[in-house]
Structures are given as structure tokens and as C-alpha cells.
């Protein structure tokens, strides 16, 4: 934490800036770099290399007990030396407009923040100090004698993590011993647990015929040179120092002629490295499907179990029975009431005689002879209000009565509890009759009116 807390004080002071801002700038920076790695672009950093995303494929691993185990692909970060940088590499300078929206800081000051970055960090390492950026890793320099000559570089576990999240559902499956993977990469491991250490990347810096490092020469020697006072003085210094600078690429020494040269020795490498990420794409895209598939699946099952209460509760829901006559039984003989009106207000008459004798009016009988005594049930399972009103009263519809008694005890008429005890009341308290249809409307209305 020490380290850390310097770097961002060492790189304010460089770029003018007070220290809150300078960690604002670096934590918006490791987002930029992960973002862009992430989305398949390299990121240079000068004076240290480029970094991008490496993808490894998935293999079999034999481990020293003998198993064998299906080792899934990941993504880790690689580091270039800055000489061997693509051509289509990203370098950080150009982040500074992202950086200072994201942070509200000028672009001026974003700009002076990330050229002080590399300065800073070649400062430190020759300087032989161990360089920790926080998020992103820590650089350990490699040094003989006075000269620099490259460094060691282990990243972060957070962006180990950060980069690797496409795969991080994954994990390594042990394999059957009969199966068979021969299109698959066999390796040995001693352990398993080899997988999830993270290894140091090691960088060496080339260097020229002479021993030096291949980085732009000073600017004292150069004005040293254009001291010499004579062109006669001058020219063989320039002969002499040619085979360095054209190792150096560096934008302000180079000639016209030496121009096509780095042209002709990247073409090929950006070829083969095309070729290598259209071989590799089939493979990270069916991982990626699978992802996805397993994703749609989770989702589709969370949705099923949250309207699977919905569903159970329409099922519930009582359907609305149109209104039916009661059929009576065969051996009863009912009156229609409209004929016993009829014979009521008939006159009996000497001069009218019946050819045989009327037979008797039968009175209407109820659906059960208890249907006006008072009782008290106690709830079993599989029992429903409209089957006890149909038992006792004759008709489905007059369940709503039994509700209406017990409001106390049934709160939800079609979730009723079981072991309650409830009453069910006598027919002539709320003028229940399965032979009169105004009765029996009467009750259908006020179901309705339970269910608005």
C-alpha cells in the first residue's frame, strides 16, 4: 500500500497535479485499460510495451495421480516488447479524452498526467525501486551493473479476474478414464492447482550491436554533435551513428529512405497474427454461445417459478354456474306452482263433474330434510363450500350463505383452512330454496358482487 500511495504521489508532482486527482486519473485509467483490452484492442504504454489479450485454448491435463481433467479456455494478459508493438496498437496518449470525461479534469492536465507515466516509471526502475501500479501489477527491473536491461512484470489478480470474466463460470472437469479427446492438446501438470497461480511476464529490452538499449538517444548528445562546429566534423558522426538510429524507429531521426524498412518487417507479423485470431474465433464463439445458452436458460426457469402462484390461484378461482332448475326426483311428485295457483282458485259446482278423481298435490320438498337445522362442520381436506351447500341446501350457489356466516373464520372463500369448524346455517335464515330460481338468482348475484 506504501508503493502504491507513492507512485500516486511521485506522478502528481510530475504532472503538476494534487494527489486526489492524480488517483482519480488512475483508477479511470484501469477501467479504460481493461475496457479496451476486453473489447480486443492493444493498449502501449511507452517505454514499457504493449499489453493485450491472450486467449488460450482449452486442453487436457494429466496430473502426477494420473487423472485426467478438461481444462476450459481463458483469457490472460500479454506484454510485448515496445519495439515488437502491431501496427494497430492503441497508444495511451490517445485515451486522454475518455479519461477527462470520465473524470471532468482538463485535457491539458490528462495529457501532461499521461506523458509523465512513462517518465516516472523509467525514472524508478533505474533507479533499481520496485514500481507497484495498483489494479494493474507490479514491475520488478532487471539491472547489471548500471544499465536497465528489462523487467518483470506480474499482474494484478483484480485484472487477471477482470480479464478472464467471459470464462470465469467455468471450471476444469475430470474426465473418464475411457473417454477419448484426440483432437485436444495433452499436457502434464503436477497439480491442478498450477492453474490458478499467476506468472510473472519477463521483458528484456533489445539492444544494439554496441550493448546499449534500443531507446532514443538523449538530447545532450545530439546538441553535442551539432557542436562539433565543421560540416567536415559533423558528417562522419552521422555515418557512424546511422545503424543505431535506424534500430531506434524513432520519428525524429528517421529518413525518408529508412522508412519502408520497419514497413516490411511488421507486414508478415500482422499477417500471421490475423490468421491466428480467425483460427481461434470459431472456438471463443462457441463458448460464448454456451454462456449465453445457460444464462437464457437460468432466466426462463426464474420467470416459470414466479408465475407458477398466478396459475394456482386462477385455478382456484370458482367459474360462475349459469342457473339451473331443480330436477326432483322421480318417486317425488312436484307441483308447478303456477297449477296448484290454478286450482286454488277453482270453485267447486254440482253442474261440473270430474271423470275420474284429481290426484294429490304434493308439496315442495328441500334438497335435504336438514337443510333447516343449524350445523357445525369441521373442515377436512378436499373440502369446498360449493360442494357442502350442494349436500345440504341442494344447489351450488347458496355457498355464498355459508361464507357469508363464517366471515370470522374464512378470510379467502376459495383457500378455505383445514380443521376450521364452521356453521352452516338454516335455509329459511337467508330464504334458501333450490326450487325457486329467485332464490337462487338472488345467491348467484351476490357471489358476483364477492369477486368485483
Known sequence: MLQEELWYIRLAEQATLQPETSLLLWRALIQQVEQRLLS?????????????????????????????????????????????????????????????????????????????IPQLWRSLSEEGNQVVWAGLGSFTPIIEGTKLLGYRFLPAESLCASLNKPFSMFVPVELAPSSTTTDLE?????????????EPIEIRFARTSSGAEEYPASAPEVSSIAEEGTPEAVAPAIVEEEPTLTLLHTEEQTTEEELPIPAQEELPSLDNTLVEEQDTRPRLLVWLLVSLGIVATTILFIYLLSIQPALELKRKTPIIEKPMEH?????????????????????????????????????????????????????????????????????????????????????????????VVITLPSASKYQINANDTNSVNQALVLQRSLYK
Open 327 to 419: 330436477k326432483p326426483a322421480p318417486s317425488a311428485q312436484v307441483v308447478v306452482p303456477e297449477r296448484v295457483a290454478q286450482k286454488d282458485t277453482l270453485q267447486p259446482s254440482a253442474s261440473v263433474t270430474s271423470p275420474e278423481p284429481a290426484a294429490p298435490v304434493a308439496p315442495s320438498v328441500s334438497a335435504s330434510p336438514s337443510s333447516e337445522v343449524v350445523e357445525r362442520v369441521r373442515l377436512r381436506p378436499g373440502d369446498r363450500l360449493s360442494r357442502l351447500a350442494l349436500k345440504k341446501y341442494g344447489h351450488k350457489a347458496f355457498w355464498v350463505y355459508i361464507y357469508e356466516e363464517n366471515r370470522a373464520q374464512l378470510k379467502n372463500p376459495d383457500n378455505i383452512p383445514v380443521g
Open 40 to 116: 480486443g484492442l492493444s493498449l502501449t504504454f511507452p517505454e514499457i510495451g504493449e499489453w493485450r489479450l491472450e486467449e488460450h485454448r482449452e486442453y487436457v491435463a494429466r496430473t502426477e495421480e494420473g487423472k485426467r481433467w478438461l481444462v476450459p479456455p481463458r483469457l490472460t494478459l500479454g506484454v510485448r516488447p515496445i519495439e515488437e508493438r502491431s501496427v494497430t496498437s492503441l497508444s495511451i496518449d490517445l485515451l486522454r479524452d475518455a479519461l477527462s470525461e470520465s473524470t471532468h479534469v482538463a485535457v491539458g492536465q490528462v495529457a501532461t498526467w499521461l506523458r509523465a
Open 186 to 198: 495433452l499436457r502434464e501438470l503436477a497439480q491442478l492447482d498450477v492453474l490458478t497461480q499467476i
